[in-house]
T-cell receptor, first 112, second 111 residues
Framework: GENVEQHPSTLSVQEGDSAVIKCTYS??????FPWYKQELGKGPQLIID?????GEKKDQRIAVTLNKTAKHFSLHITETQPEDSAVYFC???????????FGTGTRLTVIP | DADVTQTPRNRITKTGKRIMLECSQT?????MYWYRQDPGLGLQLIYY???????NKGEISDGYSVSRQAQAKFSLSLESAIPNQTALYFC??????????FGPGTRLLVL
């Protein structure tokens, strides 16, 4: 099955700084690469995703970059705000299964 | 997401008891999933269903069973609960775009 690793596991940044979280995966045939945000007491929610025919996608302060050759993709958050504090999960798809395989998460804390 | 509801939200049970967690969705999606989340870990897939007549095992199906009663309903059962099944359980739905929409979760404690 898919082997997914996220780094770092925890990240603290000052408000206004940028945050980057990296996800490495093992299945070279994965084609779909989403990032989910989980706030305390809630279920995960999709914040951005990218497919393998695109190298980068941006949505306001959030961006995702994909390097299929190296099998990793990254979440970039610029101008961080306290409400960005949450746990973030990458979840690349599993080939042929139409399922997602979740990483172990990164706890981001934005310090006001 | 209010379109995906889970009941109960919290449950305490004893070792050996059979319990059922229920999930309902109003999104009209064919695909439904049950996940388990342990502290400090990601979500592990227990079972999934792509339509009413389709049931598939996920990574950690042992000790669990599911029933897809209708397109909108997918229930998870613990046949004989044990303490290491204490966890947070999430239901999710998706359409063919692969984006998954999660319910608010059920916190289960097995004593």
């Amino acid at each position: 099955g898919e082997n997914v690793e996220q780094h770092p596991s925890t990240l603290s940044v000052q408000e206004g700084d940028s945050a980057v979280i990296k996800c490495t995966y093992s299945d070279s045939a994965s084609n779909y690469f989403p990032w989910y945000k989980q706030e305390l007491g809630k279920g995960p929610q999709l914040i951005i995703d990218i497919r393998s025919n695109v190298g980068e996608k941006k949505d306001q302060r959030i961006a995702v970059t994909l390097n299929k050759t190296a099998k990793h993709f990254s979440l970039h958050i610029t101008e961080t705000q306290p409400e960005d504090s949450a746990v973030y999960f990458c979840a690349p798809d599993q080939t042929g299964a139409n399922n997602l395989f979740f990483g172990t998460g990164t706890r981001l804390t934005v310090i006001p | 997401d209010a379109d995906v509801t889970q009941t109960p939200r919290n449950r305490i049970t004893k070792t050996g008891k059979r319990i059922m967690l229920e999930c309902s969705q109003t999104k009209g999606h064919d695909r439904m999933y049950w996940y388990r989340q342990d502290p400090g870990l990601g979500l592990q897939l227990i079972y999934y269903s792509f339509d009413v007549k389709d049931i598939n095992k996920g990574e950690i199906s042992d000790g669990y069973s599911v029933s897809r009663q209708a397109q909108a309903k997918f229930s998870l059962s613990l046949e004989s609960a044990i303490p290491n099944q204490t966890a947070l359980y999430f239901c999710a739905t998706s359409d063919s775009t692969e984006t998954q929409y999660f319910g608010p979760g059920t916190r289960l404690l097995v004593l």
